[in-house]
């Protein structure tokens, strides 16, 4: 019988943490080379790690299954809500790790606040991890940002229908369920451009992608 194979992006990225170095690790040439070379499909989610596949494994076209990750409508209605006179929410669901480039979202944030005289902007952050007490920190700072922690789905499909966008800060994505929820609630996505959300964001109609890892464009 022939063997598939489910993966995870296999994009190695600079890192500090203990997490990130395991990941790298576990995704080197050696090791994923050659545990790839033992099925004869390999299933993913997003068109960067068909490239990589190719480019970096030599895995030939034939064997890699571009199959994009799907949501049920009915879980997720269209719905445009209004919203506070004068305010423009943004909102960033995610594990709070590295990956996540949550020291982007923080920096971004001390950034607008810095620059702008009054600012009229908030940002509500949901999710849990081990950057939790930064979050918390920069909660204490600024008086325009809101920390929710982990909250049921119901809950966060609530905050994609009360904002007016959603922030995606992340280094690297396999998919980016996130970006894809949020436009099924009609909330617009800026995030860097990265493997998941590059091929789910319509620059100019559903959100904007730009250069990863660049803090002022994003947060401009």
Known sequence: PKKALLIFSSIVYPTRSFRGRVHNLLYSKIFYGFFLNKYDFLIVSNSADVK????SFNIEAEKIKHI???LEPK????KLTSQDAGTFKVLFVGRLEEQKGVDSLI???KEINKEKEQVCISFTIIGDGPLKSQVEKLV?????????????REKVKENYLSHDLLLVTSRWE???YVTLEAQFCGLPVVSYDVSGPQDIILPGETGMLTDSGDIKKLGD
């Open 52 to 55: 990589l596949l190719n480019a």
């Open 107 to 109: 920096e971004i944030i």
């Open 174 to 176: 396999t998919f980016s």
């Open 68 to 70: 994009p990750y799907g």
């Open 140 to 152: 204490n700072e600024f008086s325009n940002v809101g920390y929710l922690g982990a909250v049921p």
């Open 75 to 78: 879980d997720f209605p269209f």
